[in-house]
């Protein structure tokens, strides 16, 4: 069975920092590109930040510079360490695994980050 499971969401001050995880299990994570997606109310999902299974990475540029998306295949767990945090910032934090190995996308069940003083 694939769990993708977020942690390390919360309420935030703007300028603040988060680490979110997200620890993966029942993929072939080492040959996973894993990636985090965030959906503002009214909004569509929009892609945050991607990195591949050899480890290269891509961010949406509104948090380039920000934010940083790493892997740790030991633990197959993803992080995203998010700083100088913004109002805009506020939304649903989702992680997603592609399996390239069995050619299959998936979602955790989201995570809550709100930037507000």
């Known amino acids: 069975q694939v769990q993708l499971v977020e942690s390390g969401g919360g309420l935030v001050q703007p300028g603040g920092s988060l680490r979110l995880s997200c620890a993966a299990s029942?993929?072939?994570?080492?040959?996973?590109?894993m990636a985090w997606y965030r959906q503002a109310p009214g909004k569509q999902r929009e892609l945050v930040a991607r990195i591949t299974s050899g480890g290269s990475t891509d961010y949406a540029d509104s948090v380039k510079g920000r934010f940083t998306i790493s892997r740790d295949n030991a633990k197959n767990t993803v992080y995203l360490q998010m700083d100088s945090l913004k109002p805009e910032d506020t939304a649903v934090y989702y992680c997603?695994?592609?399996?390239?190995?069995?050619?299959?996308?998936?979602w955790g069940q989201g995570t809550q980050v709100t930037v507000s003083s």
């Open positions: 029942g993929i072939n994570f080492n040959f996973a590109t």
């Open positions: 997603n695994a592609y399996d390239r190995l069995s050619r299959r996308n998936y």
